[in-house]
């Protein structure tokens, strides 16, 4: 795991909900620090790119993933 990736996941009060962190990194055919698991099951592994900017930031709002998962009416436009 890089500097880079250390930091973007210590930001815990802006990072997406379904975000995992990856412990037990041996596990998987590349190296990472996180995976997304959202409630419909699917899981999704990040870029190193995407996690930092988009997954560990407040951006992860306008995931398309995210936005699966979200109900229409509960939607804040503008937020």
Known sequence: MTDLEVTAMTRTARR????????A???WMYPVSAYCRRPDGDIRVPSAKT???VCSTSAYVECLGFLATVPQDARCDGC
Do not use: N, R
């Open 16 to 23: 997406c909900p379904y975000l995992v962190p990856v412990t």
């Open 25 to 27: 990194d041996h596990m």
């Open 51 to 53: 996690l930092e900017q």
